[in-house]
């Protein structure tokens, strides 16, 4: 799979996807493309592999990443800095509070103790940390592969 174009900043902001190729992340980076007849900005994906040994980050993990100067290889022309926001656990950066959907989850709690509190809400304080459901119904830690042929039998982690 090759990338269509270079990304032409240093430092990008990109959410991390399944990957196949071992010590790396395949990351969607999203970038705005300008369109000279409409004179409007659209948001178009791009893929790119970055280097990531540790498996710092998780499918659904929005990273910090920076260009190389040398390439690993011909995919590889990332590395990963760090995980600025992990899956599921939004932060808003200026006020610092999480968020749901939108929403403050200090403003739903007290809208929760304000007009009772619903027994099938979820409760963000005491839910478990990510990772908990591994090998139960987390299979994402497992090594991906690409699947290039139909067999009676069934691949589960192919791609």
Known sequence: M???RIIPFRLALARCMPSEIKNAAKLQVKLSEFDSNLNMHFSELETVYAHDPDKKCQPGDVVLIEALSVKLTKQITHKI???VYPFGD????????KV???KYRDEIEA???LFGKNPSGF?????PERGWQKDKRDFTYQETYRKY???EYDEPYAV
């Open 123 to 127: 409760d963000y304080e005491n839910a």
């Open 81 to 83: 800095k760090h995980v």
């Open 100 to 102: 749901v959907v939108g």
């Open 149 to 151: 042929h139909m067999f």
């Open 2 to 4: 090759a990338v269509s």
């Open 90 to 97: 939004i932060t808003d950066p200026i006020s610092g509070k």
């Open 111 to 113: 809208k929760r103790e």
